[in-house]
């Protein structure tokens, strides 16, 4: 499962969902889905967001293995 920083990044930089859409090429809505889970970006549009916050892609996004118990 992709995991990921987003929404703490997005409160460090004092971005609003919107403020992140419009520098990434992406919508408030689409900022909002990845924040909580529901939608994995395109490299393109994570590589967008890294940069946004000028970190490594690894620092916003991760792979977490699921448990199959």
């Known amino acids: 499962m992709l995991r990921n920083r987003v929404k703490e990044l997005r409160a460090r930089h004092s971005f ?3 403020d992140l859409g419009k520098q990434v090429g992406a919508t408030r809505q689409t900022i909002g889905m990845i924040e909580k889970g ?3 970006p ?3 549009l994570a590589l967008k967001i890294a940069n946004a916050f000028q970190v490594h ?3 916003v996004f991760w792979i977490e293995e699921e448990d199959s118990q």
Request: aromatic share 8%; glycine share 0%; proline share 0%.
């Open 16 to 18: 609003s969902q919107s």
């Open 57 to 59: 892609l690894e620092d």
């Open 38 to 40: 529901d939608y994995a």
């Open 42 to 44: 395109s490299v393109t």
